[in-house]
Antibody, heavy 121, light 107 residues
C-alpha cells in the first residue's frame, strides 16, 4: 500500500530555513509526481508546488517562488521540501501528497501524515 | 491564476438531509476538479476526481457534477461521520488552487 512518511515537527526562528522530508513506499517512486500542500492553524489548504519524481521538473506557487525548493532522491524514494527566509505566517502543517495517476495532470490521491513547522523567536 | 470560490463557507444540516456545496472556477477547467474531505484533526482524503468520479471506497451518498467553471458536491443523506470541511481543487494547470473550504456541521 502507498505510504508517505514525513519527518518530525520543527521549530525555527524567523529568517531560518526548514527542510521537510517525505519517505515514499509501496509504489514505484519515479512514476508519480508529488505535491506539497500546507495548512496554517485553523485555515484552509494551500498548494505550494509539484515535482516530477521522474524528471525533477518543478512547478511552484508564485507567492513562494524564490523561497521554496522541492527535490527528490530516487535512490532512497525520498522527497524534500525546503523553505527559506521563514516568517511567522509560514507556521503551518506541511503535507507531501502523491498524484493519484502516473500521467499529469492528476489530482492528489495520497497524503503524508503532515509535519508541523512552527516559526517563532 | 485560476481562482476557486466555494459556497457556502459553512452550513448546518440535519441528519438525512441532502447537502450541496458549489465550487466556481474563475476560468474554464474542463473536468479537472477534485473534492477532498478533511475531518477535524485529520489528513485530507480524496472523495471525487475528474469532477464526478468517486474515489474507491467512498460511500455512494457522495456525488459530484459539473464541467467548465461550475461544479458541485452533493451528499444525498447527511450522516454523522460526514462532519468535516470539504475542499475543491483545480488541477487543470498550475497553480493547483484549492477552494477556501466549506465546513459541514450537524444541526
Amino acid at each position: 500500500q502507498v505510504q508517505l512518511v514525513q519527518s518530525g515537527a520543527e521549530v525555527k526562528e524567523p529568517g531560518a530555513s526548514v527542510k521537510v522530508s517525505c519517505k515514499a513506499s509501496g509504489y514505484t517512486f519515479s512514476n508519480y509526481g508529488l505535491n506539497w500542500v500546507r495548512q496554517a492553524p485553523g485555515q484552509g489548504l494551500e498548494w505550494m508546488g509539484w515535482i516530477s519524481a521522474y524528471t525533477g521538473n518543478t512547478n511552484y506557487a508564485q507567492k513562494l517562488q524564490g523561497r521554496v525548493t522541492m527535490t527528490t532522491d530516487t535512490s532512497t524514494s525520498i522527497a524534500y521540501m525546503e523553505l527559506s527566509s521563514l516568517r511567522s505566517d509560514d507556521t503551518a502543517v506541511y503535507y507531501c501528497a502523491r498524484d493519484l495517476g502516473a500521467r499529469p495532470p492528476s489530482t492528489i490521491g495520497y497524503w503524508g501524515q503532515g509535519t508541523l513547522v512552527t516559526v517563532s523567536s | 491564476d485560476i481562482q476557486m470560490t466555494q459556497s457556502p463557507s459553512s452550513l448546518s444540516a440535519s441528519l438525512g438531509d441532502r447537502v450541496t456545496i458549489t465550487c466556481r472556477a474563475s476560468q474554464g477547467i474542463s473536468n479537472y476538479l477534485a473534492w477532498y474531505q478533511q475531518k477535524p484533526g485529520k489528513v485530507p482524503e480524496l472523495l471525487i476526481f475528474a469532477a464526478s468520479t468517486l474515489q474507491s471506497g467512498v460511500p455512494s451518498r457522495f456525488s459530484g457534477s459539473g464541467s467548465g467553471t461550475d461544479f458541485s458536491l452533493t451528499i444525498s443523506s447527511l450522516q454523522p461521520e460526514d462532519v468535516a470541511t470539504y475542499y475543491c481543487q483545480n488541477y487543470y494547470g498550475v497553480p493547483r488552487t484549492f477552494g477556501q473550504g466549506t465546513k459541514v456541521e450537524i444541526k
